[in-house]
């Protein structure tokens, strides 16, 4: 299963091979055909949020938007249960300070996910979104699912089952 970031998700919508790269295009297509992609319900949540405080826009409407983009992404929504939220919660703002995040965090540790990998850009205006990635754990790594070694990317990656380890 792969859960999706609410950011990812809108670009890979878009279709923004610049912000999200041509490799984790074919990979997210590759993964909608297998049904294995998947948002949290709050991804809907932050989505609704930004269109709603005019930071992205949407259209022809959002509940247009939201249910095209649902259909032809071939995303599904995950369960998010109690014991996320619990989870979430515990996961605690100094590790981690986004509360949409520490539920992505806990919907993957729920749904079993042994880590969480991603991709970002390798350029200096990307440095911000590297460090924060490191300030919650998150470690470099081999590319994975298909991509290939690129100068404009770096691969990382979240052990969660090192993490679960700590957070009971």
Same mark, same amino acid.
């Given at each position: 299963?792969?859960?999706?970031?609410?950011?990812?998700?809108?670009?890979?919508?878009?279709?923004?091979?610049?912000?999200?790269? /041509?490799?984790?295009?074919?990979?997210?297509? /590759?993964?909608?055909?297998?049904?294995?992609?998947?948002?949290?319900?709050? #991804?809907?949540?932050?989505?609704?949020?930004?269109?709603?405080?005019?930071?992205?826009?949407?259209?022809?409407?959002?509940?247009?938007?939201?249910?095209?983009?649902?259909?032809?992404?071939?995303? /599904?929504?995950? $369960?998010?249960? +109690?014991? +996320?939220?619990?989870?979430?919660?515990?996961?605690?703002? +100094?590790?981690?300070?986004? $509360?949409?995040?520490?539920?992505?965090?806990? #919907?993957?540790?729920?749904?079993?996910?042994?880590?969480?990998?991603?991709? #970002?850009?390798?350029?200096?205006?990307?440095?911000?979104?590297?460090?924060?990635?490191?300030?919650?754990?998150?470690?470099?790594?081999? $590319?994975?699912?298909?991509?290939?070694?690129?100068?404009?990317?770096?691969?990382?990656?979240?052990?969660?089952?090192?993490? /679960?380890?700590?957070?009971?």
């Amino acid at each position: 299963m792969i859960l999706l970031d609410t950011h990812v998700w809108i670009w890979h919508v878009a279709g923004d091979v610049r912000r999200v790269g /041509r490799s984790t295009i074919r990979l997210l297509k /590759r993964s909608a055909d297998l049904d294995v992609l998947r948002l949290s319900p709050l #991804t809907i949540f932050e989505v609704s949020s930004l269109h709603a405080a005019g930071r992205i826009e949407l259209s022809p409407t959002l509940d247009r938007w939201i249910a095209a983009a649902m259909q032809d992404g071939g995303v /599904r929504l995950a $369960p998010l249960t +109690m014991e +996320m939220a619990r989870q979430a919660g515990a996961i605690g703002a +100094m590790s981690v300070r986004d $509360p949409l995040d520490r539920l992505l965090i806990a #919907t993957a540790r729920e749904r079993g996910y042994r880590r969480l990998s991603l991709e #970002t850009g390798s350029m200096d205006y990307f440095a911000p979104a590297r460090a924060l990635y490191a300030r919650h754990g998150f470690v470099v790594c081999e $590319p994975f699912e298909g991509y290939k070694a690129d100068p404009n990317s770096v691969f990382l990656t979240l052990d969660l089952a090192a993490d /679960r380890a700590g957070s009971t």
